[in-house]
């Protein structure tokens, strides 16, 4: 009968197996494994990784560090239940052994973690520091029957997964306490309720007319003072804040569509978001409470992240367009995405990236790929934006190429009111 392990293993004090991984945590997957098979029940491997714990080791200590890891064991310990096995197996992950655990109770069980260790927040002496997850988990009984090739395919899928912190020799620890203490800046702001939305038009080539605005994270300081946020969106996605962060900006957006019919608005998401199945939920429960609003609300997700999973992004679109949203792919251009891939999207319209079209009048290659862009959206049938149009000269350029909205400081630049509000 597989037995609950209750200690805290680390690879420090345990003799190594496959992949560096504690032998005793192998023999208890193997031990899972040959009783799920005999019992024909369904149980699961779970890896958990905290993917800026290098990070923490080198702006904090080691001690800090190896406390912010005792107390994650302990929410991951309650939160697995009496019947699981949780172990350190690395440094920096932990290994989760899940007894009677279908393939979606481990997809919901790593969801509710990642969430619960998002949220958790260690206080030091330089201040609150959070902490990024990645998880993957693989289910048992399983064709391939070895312990170290189930283990190893869990941890492929984990690398997949991790956001991948790297310690380069010339960042220093003071240079990760600033990180941290942007990033703490940035939570205090949204727990004190200091998001605000700013809105950028989007004109059609043809008519001139505002179509469609995006709407752009900011911060209102303590004082008052309105100012980008975009500085911090690196820090804060290292940080695991930006889940939680577009949550609020979702909400906000579906709010201001809510309030006015006649307005349509545009909102970025980042690539953790489209891994996030909470947005995704968080945005069913929204268009199910104001149907009217989806055809209004346009989702912008970037060309890396199309990169970076093709068939969870493809699957992201699909599910937002089916709730009778948009989506747009921004920063087309800069990952050079091929036409297989384009055709396997679900698109209404691509953002040219700004990089090809701030030197557009001086760049005679810039044009070329700007012209051979465009074609291959109209090709497939979509609608394409120019983005940082600063120039007339630009915009007549661009309209000249058959563009078909223009976005930029020449049409208008971010406002922190809402310009569809016409004063009386």
Not at 253 to 271: F, G, I, P, Q
């Amino acid at each position: 009968m597989f037995r609950r392990q209750h200690d805290q293993p680390t690879t420090a004090t345990s003799s190594l197996g496959a992949c560096g991984y504690p032998q005793p945590f192998i023999d208890a997957l193997a031990k899972l494994e040959t009783h799920a098979r005999a019992t024909q029940e369904q149980a699961a491997l779970v890896l958990v990784a905290i993917d800026n714990l290098a990070m923490i080791m080198s702006g904090y200590s080691m001690a800090v560090a190896e406390a912010v890891m005792s107390e994650l064991y302990q929410i991951i310990h309650e939160k697995a239940g009496a019947k699981a096995s949780v172990t350190r197996v690395q440094r920096d992950q932990f290994g989760i052994l899940m007894p009677a655990t279908n393939d979606s109770a481990a997809e919901r069980w790593c969801a509710e973690v990642e969430d619960a260790i998002r949220s958790y927040s260690y206080n030091s002496r330089y201040g609150e520091l959070h902490c990024l997850i990645s998880t993957s988990y693989q289910i048992v009984p399983d064709a391939v029957s070895q312990p170290e090739e189930i283990l190893g395919r869990a941890l492929v899928i984990l690398t997949e997964n991790t956001g991948g912190d790297i310690i380069h020799d010339d960042i220093s620890g003071a240079d990760h306490r600033e990180e941290m203490g942007l990033a703490n800046y940035l939570g205090q702001a949204v727990k004190e309720g200091r998001i605000r939305l700013a809105y950028q038009p989007i004109i059609d080539s043809h008519t001139g007319e505002v179509v469609h605005y995006e709407a752009l994270l900011r911060l209102c300081s303590e004082d008052g003072t309105i100012t980008s946020a975009g500085a911090l969106i690196p820090i804060a996605e290292r940080m695991g804040f930006i889940p939680m962060i577009d949550r609020i900006v979702l909400e906000k957006v579906v709010n201001e569509l809510r309030m006015d019919a006649n307005v349509r608005l545009a909102v970025n998401v980042s690539n953790l978001t489209i891994q996030d199945s909470g947005w995704l939920t968080l945005l069913t429960e929204l268009m199910n409470k104001n149907p009217d609003v989806a055809e209004r609300l346009t989702v912008e997700i970037t060309e890396t992240a199309v990169h970076g999973d093709l068939k969870h992004s493809a699957r992201f679109c699909a599910e937002v367009q089916a709730l009778g949203c948009m989506i747009a792919l921004d920063d087309f251009g800069s990952g050079y995405t091929s036409f297989r891939q384009l055709k396997t999207l679900s698109i209404d319209y691509v953002k040219i990236d700004g990089a090809f079209i701030r030197d557009l009048t001086d760049n005679a290659d810039s044009r070329l790929f700007v012209k051979i862009l465009l074609d291959f959206t109209k090709g497939f049938g979509l609608k394409s934006v120019a983005e940082f149009v600063e120039t007339g000269e630009v915009a007549k350029m661009l309209m000249d190429l058959g563009v078909d909205y223009l976005q930029g400081y020449y049409f208008g630049k971010p406002s922190n009111t809402r310009p569809w509000v016409k004063e009386i």
